[in-house]
């Protein structure tokens, strides 16, 4: 078989070498242990927590030593792909402020798109050199095998129970000479071009994954597609050489690629490239209230695997890193506890700390992480992240929300104690804190307001009495003193001690009355202090709302 000729006939308009790449795309300059990692998606519109678990192992692993981390969009499939997935990616990721070094996204700016272009689709002449040169080499070969065709082998191979898939004596195509391949093109066949493995089923590859250790795997004997019928590479072999011309040095990715692994050995060294270091990470799981066991997150029973998820509700994006860190190196939440005041980016980070087994997923801990990580910012941290959040999820809300930044940090101060010494813990969520707050805006909202439990008679001649003694110049002592004398000219009692004596003498006692006028005013029984809250809501909005009541 005259192969070079065989190269012509496939790709005769392909004239770089992969010489001319290895050139155009050189190793990178960086400092000594600096790694170069890649998140690597399809666009299907989808971006779950999986893919933010991997991307901060990938930014972590190339950050630590001055690396550099990129985004390349694995696009081969095109029914897959969907409208606007790419800037989903990217501001998805940047929300959790995981932010590339270069990459897709970046098109504009030559230095950060030195290796590109990222979007595999548009590297088909890149992989088209390579194919050529495999083909030169007699390990690349086309098949024109219909999808009926290799359907009927499969269903011998079943027959046989032998092991499916293209290899040996099922393989076709494998030995056609140039006299057929010439014929089945002059016919007009469709084809796709296949790895000529050298895979003994004998042998084994070994390997060490940086996670898992050495890893024993039978050698791939299959003839995998390495380009489709429309020309555009698999998976596996656009990934071995966007890989190495992007200079990779270590690949994160989910433990169920680790059943390629003979595969991509396989082909980096057909290709001649030096393998990245693979790191296999465990899949995050869940406890199952089912079976009392663990299973994997799942997308269509778990709607927390989501990002979007977390964003909608706003989570805090220093939050989530720090939960997920607990998750992807076991000695981090010590550290942490130790150094509770440092940046988490100078925790070192190191693969070999990486969970073997299923990382559990526990969303009582990434609450209790919001809410111990949030009482730690500050007033200004808190204001921002907030505006931020409400203007993308609450657009309509936002500008009646932070109208008045005095206002709204006021309420910060009331209910996390921002900016004081003892700070709220239970505040988990942008979305949450909103909810316990929206009462001090005149925004219509669907949240259902606690009942009065005095008669409708009983709670309108308080609240008239309330007002009739309010002074805006009162302070929070005067403030309360007046609320004890409407107490006691209405049958209630304002000495705790005398009610808890003899509480049948009384209609209630102070606390009722206060009931009455908090939740006239903010439509819940239990809020931090009434007379604070007046203040920042200010005296027009409190007497609206009674008023609104009164009739």
Same mark, same amino acid.
């Given at each position: 078989?005259?192969?070079?000729?065989?190269? /012509?006939?496939?790709?005769?308009?392909?004239?770089?070498?992969?010489?001319?790449?290895?050139?155009?795309?050189?190793?990178?300059?960086?400092?000594?242990?600096?790694?170069?990692?890649?998140?690597?998606?399809?666009?299907?519109? %989808?971006?779950?927590?999986?893919?933010?678990?991997?991307?901060?192992?990938?930014?972590?692993?190339?950050?630590?030593?001055?690396?550099?981390?990129?985004?390349?969009?694995?696009?081969?499939?095109?029914?897959?792909?969907?409208?606007?997935?790419?800037?989903?990616?990217?501001? #998805? !990721?940047?929300?959790?402020?995981?932010?590339? /070094?270069?990459?897709?996204?970046?098109?504009?700016?030559?230095?950060?798109?030195?290796?590109?272009?990222?979007?595999?689709?548009?590297?088909?002449?890149?992989?088209?050199?390579?194919?050529?040169?495999?083909?030169?080499?007699?390990?690349?070969?086309?098949?024109?095998?219909?999808?009926?065709?290799?359907?009927?082998?499969?269903?011998?191979?079943?027959?046989?129970?032998?092991?499916?898939?293209?290899?040996?004596?099922?393989?076709?195509?494998?030995?056609?000479?140039?006299?057929? *391949?010439?014929?089945?093109?002059?016919?007009?066949?469709?084809?796709?071009?296949? !790895?000529? &493995?050298?895979?003994?089923?004998?042998?084994?590859?070994?390997?060490?994954?940086?996670?898992?250790?050495?890893?024993?795997?039978?050698?791939?004997?299959?003839?995998?597609?390495?380009?489709?019928?429309?020309?555009?590479?698999?998976?596996?072999?656009?990934?071995?050489?966007?890989?190495?011309?992007?200079?990779?040095?270590?690949?994160?990715?989910?433990?169920?690629?680790?059943?390629?692994?003979?595969?991509?050995?396989?082909? %980096?060294?057909?290709?001649?490239?030096?393998?990245?270091?693979?790191?296999?990470?465990?899949?995050?799981?869940?406890?199952?209230?089912?079976?009392?066991?663990?299973?994997?997150?799942?997308?269509?029973?778990?709607?927390?695997? &989501?990002?979007?998820?977390?964003?909608? /509700?706003?989570?805090?994006?220093?939050?989530?890193?720090?939960?997920?860190?607990?998750?992807?190196?076991?000695? %981090?939440?010590?550290?942490?506890?130790?150094?509770?005041?440092?940046?988490?980016?100078?925790?070192?980070? &190191?693969?070999?700390? =990486?969970?073997? +087994?299923?990382?559990?997923?526990?969303?009582?801990?990434?609450?209790?992480?919001?809410?111990?990580?949030?009482?730690?910012? +500050?007033?200004?941290?808190?204001?921002?992240?907030?505006?931020?959040?409400?203007?993308?999820?609450? &657009?309509?809300?936002?500008?009646?929300?932070?109208?008045?930044?005095?206002? =709204?940090?006021?309420?910060?101060?009331?209910?996390?104690?921002?900016?004081?010494?003892?700070?709220?813990?239970?505040?988990?969520?942008?979305?949450?804190?909103?909810?316990?707050?929206?009462?001090?805006?005149?925004?219509?909202?669907?949240?259902?307001?606690?009942?009065?439990?005095?008669?409708?008679?009983?709670?309108?001649?308080?609240?008239?009495?309330?007002?009739?003694?309010?002074?805006?110049?009162?302070?929070? @002592?005067?403030?309360?003193?007046?609320?004890?004398?409407?107490?006691?000219?209405? $049958?209630?009692? @304002?000495?705790?001690?005398?009610?808890?004596?003899?509480?049948?003498? %009384?209609? $209630?006692?102070?606390?009722?009355?206060?009931?009455?006028?908090?939740?006239?005013? #903010?439509?819940?029984?239990?809020?931090?202090?009434?007379? @604070?809250?007046?203040?920042? =809501?200010?005296?027009?909005?409190?007497?609206?709302? *009674?008023?609104?009541?009164?009739?």
């Amino acid at each position: 078989m005259d192969y070079n000729k065989l190269a /012509d006939l496939l790709f005769p308009d392909v004239v770089n070498t992969p010489e001319f790449y290895e050139e155009k795309f050189p190793y990178r300059k960086l400092p000594n242990k600096a790694e170069v990692t890649r998140m690597a998606p399809s666009p299907t519109g %989808f971006i779950h927590l999986g893919n933010l678990y991997s991307a901060l192992a990938d930014e972590r692993i190339a950050h630590r030593n001055g690396g550099v981390f990129y985004l390349r969009i694995e696009d081969t499939d095109e029914k897959r792909k969907v409208d606007g997935a790419v800037e989903l990616i990217i501001d #998805t !990721l940047k929300y959790f402020d995981i932010e590339f /070094d270069e990459g897709a996204g970046f098109e504009e700016n030559p230095e950060k798109n030195a290796y590109g272009p990222y979007f595999q689709r548009q590297r088909v002449d890149i992989y088209h050199a390579y194919a050529k040169s495999l083909v030169q080499r007699g390990l690349a070969y086309p098949c024109f095998c219909t999808e009926e065709e290799l359907d009927a082998v499969r269903a011998k191979q079943e027959e046989e129970k032998v092991l499916t898939g293209y290899y040996g004596e099922y393989a076709v195509c494998r030995d056609l000479s140039m006299e057929e *391949i010439e014929a089945n093109l002059a016919a007009g066949k469709s084809y796709v071009l296949r !790895l000529r &493995s050298q895979g003994d089923p004998e042998k084994e590859i070994t390997f060490v994954d940086e996670i898992k250790g050495e890893i024993k795997l039978p050698e791939n004997i299959h003839d995998i597609v390495l380009l489709k019928r429309d020309g555009i590479p698999t998976y596996h072999f656009a990934h071995a050489i966007d890989d190495h011309l992007m200079r990779t040095t270590v690949v994160v990715r989910g433990g169920e690629w680790l059943a390629s692994a003979p595969i991509h050995y396989e082909l %980096f060294h057909v290709l001649g490239f030096k393998m990245p270091k693979y790191a296999h990470t465990a899949h995050l799981m869940k406890f199952d209230e089912e079976t009392g066991g663990k299973r994997k997150l799942s997308k269509r029973k778990d709607p927390e695997l &989501s990002l979007d998820y977390y964003r909608q /509700d706003g989570y805090h994006p220093y939050c989530m890193k720090v939960y997920l860190l607990t998750l992807l190196n076991s000695n %981090f939440e010590e550290w942490h506890e130790k150094f509770p005041d440092k940046d988490i980016n100078e925790f070192p980070f &190191s693969i070999d700390k =990486m969970n073997q +087994s299923g990382a559990l997923f526990d969303k009582d801990k990434l609450h209790n992480i919001c809410k111990n990580e949030l009482s730690k910012l +500050s007033e200004d941290e808190v204001y921002d992240f907030l505006y931020r959040w409400a203007y993308e999820y609450e &657009s309509k809300k936002a500008p009646v929300w932070f109208a008045d930044k005095e206002k =709204m940090l006021a309420i910060l101060r009331l209910y996390m104690g921002v900016g004081m010494k003892r700070r709220r813990k239970d505040l988990i969520y942008a979305k949450q804190i909103f909810k316990l707050v929206s009462y001090f805006f005149d925004i219509e909202e669907d949240d259902e307001k606690d009942e009065f439990r005095l008669d409708n008679e009983e709670v309108k001649k308080l609240l008239k009495a309330y007002l009739d003694s309010y002074s805006h110049e009162d302070d929070n @002592s005067v403030w309360f003193d007046k609320l004890k004398a409407i107490a006691d000219s209405n $049958g209630y009692a @304002s000495d705790m001690k005398a009610y808890k004596a003899e509480p049948e003498k %009384f209609k $209630g006692n102070v606390s009722d009355v206060a009931e009455v006028v908090r939740i006239a005013v #903010t439509g819940h029984a239990n809020t931090p202090d009434l007379w @604070s809250i007046v203040h920042i =809501m200010g005296e027009d909005q409190m007497r609206q709302r *009674i008023e609104k009541i009164l009739g």
